[in-house]
């Protein structure tokens, strides 16, 4: 008998039509210049092309939580290589 997978059916992706994958993802934001990682979003991932889609209660929260500053103010912070474009290294 097969097992019954829990959790939400993502479908096949939009652009390759691969069964997505449902997995708990870390999503960036870019929120005034800050840089924001919302880690353990449940999300259907493509395991062909990389795509991914959250549903849309999911991404209504994210959307909710990315305008709350104070939430963000409290938030554990992690520090993240900044390197900045050389054009010394790269002729432009
Ligand atoms: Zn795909």
């Given at each position: 008998m097969k097992k019954k997978i829990p959790?939400?059916?993502?479908?096949?992706?939009?652009?390759?039509d691969t069964p997505m994958q449902e997995k708990l993802i870390k999503q960036d934001f870019w929120v005034k210049g800050e840089l924001i990682v919302v880690e353990g979003v449940p999300a259907g991932v493509c395991p062909q092309c990389g795509k991914k889609i959250v549903k849309a209660n999911v991404g209504q929260w994210i959307a909710k939580l990315i305008k709350n500053s104070a939430r963000i103010k409290k938030a554990t912070k992690i520090s993240v290589p900044t390197i900045k474009f050389d054009a010394k290294e790269v002729k432009v």
């Open positions: 959790g939400y059916d993502y479908g096949e992706c939009e652009i390759c």
